[in-house]
């Protein structure tokens, strides 16, 4: 069942599906969820990525995320911090939607947008994501998955 909610995302919670139910190819996970328990998670529907407001949700956490971690002074000459300042110069900011960020970022898809934020460790820590055909599950690496991001 999926919900919008006030902000644009929609949170989705599923009856798990086993992976011989998902479809999976080299860039799709096959989800693979415990049968006894419920998923939340938050969704970016592929269809209208262009101009998606989950997308823009999603871009605002990893930009304030991101953020954060290289304001450290030790990550200053770190691969990624240098990436990350020169978007910033070429103007990203967190209210960017996904035409705008791929310009930036010379991307095309949110493929490459996944494997530019990858790159990031706190990213890696903070978030966690499933790919299906239709779109991009996340949720927050900390917490258990029955939860119920609209309470977080």
């Not at 949170?11 to 969820?33: G, R």
């Not at 200053?76 to 209210?95: C, E, L, S, V």
């Amino acid at each position: 069942m999926t919900v919008p909610t006030s902000k644009g995302v929609q949170v989705t919670s599923v009856k798990p599906q086993t992976a011989k139910d998902s479809i999976s190819s080299d860039s799709f996970t096959e989800l693979d969820f415990d049968a006894e328990e419920n998923t939340s998670f938050y969704t970016i529907g592929l269809k209208d990525l262009p101009t998606s407001s989950q997308f823009v949700v999603f871009h605002a956490l990893v930009y304030d995320t991101i953020q954060a971690w290289t304001v450290d002074k030790s990550l200053q000459n770190h691969p990624f911090t240098i990436k990350w300042k020169k978007a910033n110069f070429a103007g990203m900011d967190r209210y960017k939607n996904f035409q705008q960020v791929a310009k930036i970022l010379t991307i095309h898809t949110l493929f490459e947008y996944m494997e530019f934020i990858a790159q990031c460790p706190e990213v890696k820590q903070t978030y966690e994501w499933k790919w299906n055909p239709e779109e991009l599950r996340y949720w927050y690496a900390d917490l258990p998955l029955n939860v119920d991001l609209n309470k977080v």
